[in-house]
């Protein structure tokens, strides 16, 4: 997985001209006017979702415009205000990553997930693009954990917890179609995770990487404690220095997240290896090539 990450990085890499600058934008205005295009149709309305729809009877058959159009294909709720809230969601979302990314690697990360949304779709016999924008939070919730929401615009919470809830609900929607008996559908919600895994193996490895080794630091420490070593001293005493075990390192200051637990650090995907650096300098760094 990590390999597949680093060729990636490197396919981002060679290919700038490969992006479409504010592509939530126009995703969210597709979306808007399939929308409204299916709310004013004649009869039962639904008819231009019907005509741009994901089918592949359909495209086999020469509609090879549905293999674009499905992506704005609004799916989910008809209420004009639960509509109108995903939208601004997956636009906040999708807008944050490619700030963090630039849009080159927003575009093909968004892109990928659309081919392999698009493989699975012939096999199940449909496809939306629901399940892929959802997963965009597991991206978001990686680059900005400590992000928080106000849930029902009153509670806050923090990202990752927010992205820990997703995790549930994609592993109930595998597990409902996996006991209906639907075990192709079931690859839907697997394959919008698989697509965040391959952009993300890294800092998922570096994350159990770093819990592990805080967690043997922990237990060095009681041992130390319990008979009797010497004493462990506090990681913020800037008099003396002692072992850090950090998650993260900025490769240009040397500060980590625990010597500054508000800091947030990025992984650069334009440096030659996994390269993490500090908000402070994530943007003014000299590539390692």
Not at 84 to 97: E, K, Q, R, S, W
Not at 149 to 154: K, P, T, V
Not at 224 to 237: C, I, L, W
Not at 239 to 252: D, S
Request: charged share 15%; net charge positive; aromatic share 18%.
């Amino acid at each position: 997985m990590r390999a597949m990450q680093q060729w990636l990085d490197r396919f981002c890499y060679k290919h700038p001209r490969l992006s479409i600058p504010g592509l939530m934008k126009y995703i969210v205005i597709g979306n808007v006017l399939v929308y409204l295009l299916d709310m004013f149709s004649l009869g039962s309305g639904g008819l231009a979702s019907s005509l741009l729809g994901f089918s592949p009877s359909a495209i086999l058959s020469g509609q090879i415009w549905r293999l674009v159009t499905f992506v704005f294909v609004p799916y989910g709720s008809s209420n004009l205000f639960v509509f109108a809230i995903n939208l601004y969601f997956y636009y906040f979302i999708g807008t944050a990553l490619e700030r963090e990314w630039g849009s080159n690697k927003f575009t093909i990360f968004y892109f990928f997930g659309v081919i392999l949304n698009i493989l699975v779709g012939f096999l199940v016999g449909g496809a939306s693009m629901y399940y892929v924008n959802m997963s965009m939070f597991f991206a978001f919730a990686t680059l900005y954990p400590d992000l928080q929401f106000l849930l029902f615009f009153i509670i806050p919470v923090k990202a990752k917890w927010l992205a820990w809830i997703d995790g549930v609900f994609f592993a109930i929607s595998v597990i409902r179609y996996l006991m209906a008996g639907y075990f192709l559908m079931a690859l839907v919600p697997i394959v919008a995770v698989l697509n965040y895994l391959l952009f993300f193996a890294s800092d998922i490895g570096n994350l159990f990487s770093g819990i592990k080794r805080k967690a043997q630091w922990k237990a060095q420490t009681q041992r130390r404690s319990s008979y009797g070593g010497p004493k462990v001293v506090n990681f913020h005493d800037s008099k003396t220095k002692t072992k850090e075990a950090y998650l993260h390192r900025c490769a240009v200051c040397g500060k980590t997240d625990v010597s500054d637990p508000q800091m947030e650090f990025r992984y650069c995907s334009r440096c030659n290896g996994y390269y993490c650096y500090c908000a402070d300098h994530i943007n003014s760094h000299i590539h390692i090539q």
